[in-house]
């Protein structure tokens, strides 16, 4: 109980163990649809290693020896959306939770309760055996996060599906994809389709890029909700649109369409704020992507618009706002947009610079995502092959020593949604490069998200964290073996 990670808020071990054999089945409660699917998933995760059967099956009451038993009845509201309790003893596992997220959240303590080879994809000798005691668990922040840029590398379905079960492993619970940026622009809008059949054509370093088909996005947004995970589609404007504007010629001001762009400077693209169209554009590819999306939020990017003079980058910031929300979302943002007058519903994400204060000022919510701690670019060290290094190296304990609401100077607990790490990929071309930036740095950020602050300690996690080297090779995981962590 002592290797969770995220650390739970309560837990007591009393000493002795609970035993999966091959008898064990999983029964739920009440008996929807959507109780089954959660169960099914915690089979799927058991049965490869165990080689059991591990049924679903619907329970009424007091669960039977030997099984696990998943239920909403009699869950305490105080545990809120995602937080559950586990009661395990030698004759049964009880997890109760208030909602069935929070069901989902708690499947993840189980696994990582049993032994490390639970993880494995061929059947292990076991034996399975989980330490009983009591969890009673909630996250602190609502919002806990990473992004992937698809847009300067494209990443197949398969690949951010991958990403999505690794996340949702270490109980995040929002998946911000970057769908557009100079390099590429990655979801087919069917009123504008040259997007993504000229502008999706290529990435950094000139490959052939790629694109989603809505019917992909949607299949991508589905498989992240079945893990109680958000989808926040984010189109970057009014800078980062070099793909847009190499699309559309109309959208340029001079009316003359780029070639596409290959390379990785930031700053030099901008939308035609003077032209009307632009509007039509915005709303055109908020409206079919707000449809595709069940999260109330839509991403505006808003970043390094340095080719958008201020007067026009506050007039499109304020006025975007308003498309998003006749569209019935709510404004995320990069800081920059503190420049303008924010909705009172819109949050604003905090990467480099001070702004997250003045959008604290208008009472506007905070996702910290600061680049020199939680940027999953940023190299380990000099001697990291993938990444930059422009926030400066980011090593485990860099990116796990810090705390959201000392971070920026005017932003507390208060003000703070979230936190989110992103990846940006100029460098990345591969799931495997994604899960070498991202491991073992990730499951530091899903800590400061969901457990309490207070006794955190380096010392204490990193050899926390040791033990969860055998888990991530079980699941296959191309992690860094950085000689920070006493790796077991
Ligand atoms: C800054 S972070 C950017 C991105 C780059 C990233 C590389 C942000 C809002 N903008 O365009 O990809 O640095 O680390």
Request: charged share 15%.
């Amino acid at each position: 109980m002592s290797n969770l990670i995220p650390m739970p808020v309560y837990a007591i071990a009393t000493g002795a163990t609970f035993s999966l054999t091959a008898t064990a089945n999983i029964y739920v409660e009440p008996g929807t649809a959507e109780m089954t699917g959660i169960g099914q998933y915690l089979a799927d995760k058991l049965k490869p290693s165990t080689g059991y059967g591990l049924q679903v099956l619907t329970a009424s009451g007091a669960p039977q020896n030997g099984n696990i038993y998943l239920t909403t009845v009699g869950g305490d509201p105080a545990l809120g959306e995602e937080g559950y309790e586990l009661t395990i003893t030698q004759a049964v596992v009880n997890l109760v939770a208030y909602q069935p997220a929070g069901l989902f959240r708690g499947i993840q303590t189980i696994r990582q309760l049993l032994p490390p080879s639970i993880e494995s994809s061929t059947v292990q000798p076991g034996s399975w055996k989980i330490a009983t005691g009591t969890i009673r668990d909630y996250p602190r922040f609502a919002w806990r996060g990473v992004m992937l840029d698809v847009a300067r590398h494209f990443f197949r379905v398969d690949e951010v599906k991958r990403y999505i079960d690794l996340i949702a492993t270490y109980k995040m619970n929002r998946f911000h994809m970057h769908l557009s940026d100079d390099q590429g622009w990655r979801i087919m809008i069917n009123s504008w389709p040259n997007l993504v059949t000229y502008g999706g054509s290529t990435e950094v370093g000139g490959g052939p890029g790629g694109y989603y088909t809505q019917a992909e996005y949607a299949d991508i947004v589905a498989y992240a909700q079945s893990r109680y995970i958000l989808v926040i589609p984010e189109i970057d404007m009014p800078g980062h649109t070099h793909a847009a504007l190499a699309s559309y010629a109309e959208l340029n001001c001079n009316t003359v369409a780029p070639s596409v762009y290959t390379g990785t400077e930031v700053g030099f693209s901008s939308l035609c704020i003077d032209k009307e169209i632009t509007f039509t554009f915005v709303d055109d590819v908020i409206r079919e992507i707000a449809a595709l999306t069940p999260s109330p939020y839509f991403h505006i990017g808003g970043d390094e618009a340095a080719a958008t003079n201020t007067a026009d980058y506050v007039h499109f910031i304020e006025r975007v706002q308003t498309i998003v929300q006749a569209h019935g979302k709510q404004v995320v943002g990069w800081e920059e947009i503190a420049q303008t007058n924010l909705l009172t519903t819109s949050v604003v994400q905090h990467w480099n610079s001070d702004l997250a204060q003045t959008a604290a000022q208008q009472d506007a919510k905070v996702i910290m995502s600061p680049a020199s701690r939680a940027y999953l670019d940023m190299k380990y060290d000099a001697a990291t092959p993938l990444g930059l290094d422009w926030a400066g190296f980011t090593d485990v304990q860099d990116a796990y020593t810090w705390d959201p609401a000392t971070q920026v100077a005017g932003v507390s607990e208060s003000d703070i949604l979230g936190v989110e790490a992103p990846l940006w990929s100029e460098t990345l071309q591969t799931i495997a490069d994604i899960e070498f930036m991202a491991f073992p740095r990730l499951p530091g950020y899903a800590e400061i998200g969901w457990s309490p602050a207070t006794g955190r300690s380096w010392n204490e996690y990193s050899t926390r964290l040791a033990t969860h080297g055998p888990r991530l090779t079980a699941m296959g995981v191309n992690f860094y073996l950085s000689p920070e962590i006493p790796w077991q």
